[in-house]
């Protein structure tokens, strides 16, 4: 899987680089402008990593002139322009996340690794968290590589938990994934799910564990010994 | 030397000054004016008076002159109205003829003296003030004199001399104030603009730096100090201007090198030492994405249309730092999020302080307790922990730039509560600490609530 990396500065683009191998990405590095728009044209990139302030031009270009002939080509900005604004007119560049410089480089392959495994995208459909794995496709749970069986909205919960790992899901959206658009849901329907679901994944010896963040939602995380 | 505070009271002093003395010499200048003036008449009627005695002097045959005056005139020089007299001398000063008891000139006669002169002389406690005029008849020259005892003389001029203070004087004192009056009223009217420039400067701090003074309706003569106030302010305005940039550039070009730090110690194989670089690593940016939301605040100005909804922005916040605190063995609640609350504000902004807030109180709730977030209805956001509390005295300190209770105490940077207080300063916000009886610092922040969405 080839990666695309935009970054003017040798010695992190180098650092990058090496990391990125070690995760098992190919890379291409380049340091301007005008070498990107080459070889966007010419390689098929599963992603890209694009550092905005380059030597010949603004990063941002780039990304608008990919955003315009239509390439889904997922774009992570990298930047050291963190204010409000800078943020607010790369999303709307059509960036489809945005790290500012200083970060952590496993928060990068996460966040990389999220862009990939979205629909359509190019990463395996498996999503792990300890021995708890689901793969996305066919909606199968396993633990410790055994096929486990949960109720429809369990899994349901599960897979919106698993896809947004590290991360806290809002007990709206736990409500929407679930029921969609059917109107009526007891007030405390999603409680009850997440309940169950806990108990049968504990049942289940799956070393993960759901929070509850009371008024906010819910949080999948390996469990702490 | 008296020093004065006012332009006003010095004028009015000096203006005092200068009325007094004016008054004071005009009155003695038309005095002696008026004076010489009556002198010269009186000389005028004395040489008069010698040239119609003259006129009636004669030359009789035997060489002798003789005076054949009319009635009227030996009446004006009767001995008992005493007022004026007349003397007629030869050549040789001798008193030929003269209305005098004792028959002696008026004035001893000076040979060199011209044909018309006017003169002064004492007889007795009397000042005889009169003229003497040469008079030619046949070969014989004599002089005739006429003379007039000052202490007689013309009441009805002597008056108008003596009452010209009375009568004058008492004028210049209304006049002098309704000048002060007039004095007092233009100067406050031309120094209006100069209060006005006054006030608009009280207004010019180090965040309103952009504010100059209005030069336009100004009087000139203090136009080039407020014209070079102006210039001093742009500059300092520049000082400022670079001061801020170079807050934000240092903290700016810092993060790629920041950025290969971090990244090599995260691809280090050796991941003992890499843990606790790391946090190293992360707190550095930490306090240096601090500076940078300094140096944007600097520049902040809160559009007065903006609006954020509490509710939303604690949602946000709450999910932003959970994994935080539970990494940490600690928990996240918030309350009262259940239906939107709108506050005028910058959504960003307010998501900032409050989530510089929680950092706050999840460093200082100790593991296994709980950071709690609360939204009330009426535009309140508390936030409150489990930790150690803050001392009374320590209530004001904390909002300080860099404050801190333990400097040896890692991971703290001083800068966020300074950094909440200023957002909430932007929103013209108030935030308050206090001590919970169930022990811990509760945060609340109070904004401008909106009726409506």
């Not at chain 2, 008891?101 to 003296?113: I, M, N, Q, T």
């Amino acid at each position: 899987m080839r990666l695309l990396v935009v970054e003017d500065n040798e010695e992190l683009a180098k650092l990058l680089a090496k990391g990125l191998q070690a995760a098992g990405y190919d890379t291409d590095v380049f340091g301007t402008v005008a070498e990107a728009r080459t070889a966007l044209l010419m390689v098929d990139y599963a992603a890209m990593i694009l550092d905005l302030g380059l030597p010949d031009g603004d990063g941002l270009a780039v990304l608008r002139e990919l955003r315009h002939r239509k390439d889904p080509v997922p774009v992570l900005v990298l930047t050291a322009r963190g204010g409000l604004q800078d943020r607010i007119s790369g999303l709307r560049s059509g960036a489809d996340d945005y790290l500012v410089k200083p970060f952590a480089f496993e928060e990068l392959l996460a966040r990389l690794e999220a862009q990939l495994r979205r629909p359509g995208q190019i990463l395996g459909n498996s999503l792990r968290v300890a021995n708890l794995e689901f793969d996305s496709r066919s909606r199968q749970a396993t633990i410790n590589d055994e096929p486990q069986v949960l109720s429809a909205r369990e899994t349901a919960v599960l897979e919106l938990l698993m896809h947004s790992k590290g991360r806290v899901v809002s007990k709206k959206q736990v409500e929407d994934h679930i029921f969609g658009l059917s109107g009526d849901v007891a007030s405390n329907a999603v409680e009850v799910y997440v309940h169950r679901l806990r108990k049968q994944l504990s049942e289940k010896g799956a070393r993960v564990q759901i929070h509850t963040i009371r008024g906010v939602g819910y949080l999948i995380a390996e469990e702490k010994s | 030397m008296i020093r004065f505070k006012s332009i006003i009271s010095r004028i009015v002093i000096l203006h005092v000054i200068a009325l007094v003395i004016t008054s004071i010499v005009m009155s003695f200048a038309l005095s002696w004016l008026l004076s010489s003036a009556t002198d010269n008449i009186h000389n005028e009627a004395m040489e008069e008076q010698a040239a119609s005695v003259a006129h009636h002097l004669v030359l009789k045959a035997d060489g002798s002159a003789a005076l054949e005056l009319p009635p009227e005139l030996q009446g004006l020089y009767s001995h008992p109205y005493g007022r004026y007299t007349y003397a007629v001398l030869d050549e040789h000063g001798r008193a030929l003829i003269s209305s005098l008891a004792d028959g002696s000139a008026v004035f001893p006669l000076d040979p060199k003296s011209t044909d018309v002169e006017f003169l002064r002389t004492q007889r007795g406690n009397a000042v005889i003030s009169g003229a003497s005029i040469r008079k030619r008849l046949g070969e014989r020259t004599f002089w005739v004199q006429a003379g007039e005892d000052l202490a007689n003389r013309d009441v009805l001029i002597d008056d108008i001399v003596a009452d010209f203070f009375k009568n004058v004087g008492w004028i210049t004192l209304p006049i002098l104030f309704a000048l002060l009056a007039i004095d007092i009223a233009i100067f406050r009217r031309a120094l209006r603009p100069l209060r006005e420039a006054s006030e608009i400067a009280r207004h010019i701090g180090p965040m309103r730096t952009d504010v100059r003074l209005p030069l336009e309706e100004l009087p000139s003569e203090v136009r080039p100090l407020v014209f070079a106030v102006n210039q001093a302010l742009d500059r300092l305005d520049e000082g400022f201007r670079v001061q801020r940039e170079f807050t934000a550039d240092a903290a700016h070009e810092l993060r790629t090198p920041l950025s290969i730090l971090r990244t090599r110690v995260d691809t280090l194989d050796d991941q003992s030492i890499a843990n606790a670089l790391k946090q190293d690593i992360e707190s550095m940016s930490r306090m240096m994405g601090q500076l940078l939301d300094i140096a944007e605040l600097d520049v902040f100005m809160v559009d007065p249309d903006d609006k954020a909804d509490l509710s939303e922005v604690c949602t946000d916040v709450a999910q932003m730092i959970a994994p935080l605190a539970l990494e940490q063995d600690k928990d996240v609640v918030l309350l009262g999020a259940h239906k939107p609350v709108w506050v005028k504000g910058n959504a960003e902004m307010l998501s900032r302080a409050i989530r510089n807030l929680a950092e706050n109180a999840i460093k200082h709730t100790p593991r296994g307790t709980v950071v709690e977030f609360t939204v009330e209805e009426n535009g309140i956001v508390k936030v409150s922990d489990r930790g150690p509390g803050i001392l009374r005295e320590e209530r004001e300190l904390i909002f300080r730039r860099f404050w801190r209770r333990d400097r040896t105490r890692p991971g703290s940077t001083g800068l966020g509560l300074s950094i909440v207080q200023r957002i909430m300063e932007l929103h013209h916000a108030t935030i308050t600490v206090e001590n919970q009886p169930t022990g811990g610092a509760q945060f609340s922040l109070y904004f401008a609530r909106l009726e409506t969405g």
